[in-house]
């Protein structure tokens, strides 16, 4: 299975920073898989964000629940990520990841997102 982020490496403050992790070689749907977007801003350890199950069911870190939003298109394979309202704060690697149980078997190369005007 492989992961590939894909999106905007540049976004301004107070805009939406919107990504989409492809997967291929095995399907979001099965049973028992929770897809994941995790973070890592610089000089700071991994956060995690949020994540789809293969239910299609979403859950959210409380401190960012507020403004995030993940999604999935199954035709496609694909799940995304949508953050609200960001600041330089949310300036990270973006990373998506698969895991079932406590291991997170699957991840992407990540992605560099910088907030700044």
């Known amino acids: 299975v492989q992961l590939q982020e894909s999106g905007p490496g540049l976004v301004k403050p107070s805009q939406t920073l919107s990504l989409t992790c492809t997967v291929s070689?095995?399907?979001?749907?099965?049973?028992?898989?929770?897809w994941s977007w995790i973070r890592q801003p610089p000089g700071k350890g991994l956060e995690w964000i949020g994540n789809?199950?293969?239910?299609?069911?979403?859950y959210y870190s409380p401190s960012l629940k507020s403004r995030t939003s993940i999604s999935r298109d199954t035709s496609n394979n694909q799940f995304s990520l949508q953050l609200s309202s960001v600041t330089p704060e949310d300036t990270a690697v973006y990373y998506c990841?698969?895991?079932?149980?406590?291991?997170?078997?699957?991840w992407g190369q990540g992605t560099q997102v910088t907030v700044s005007s």
């Open positions: 990841a698969g895991s079932t149980g406590a291991h997170y078997y699957y």
């Open positions: 070689g095995g399907s979001i749907t099965t049973n028992y898989y929770y």
């Open positions: 789809i199950a293969y239910s299609g069911s979403t």
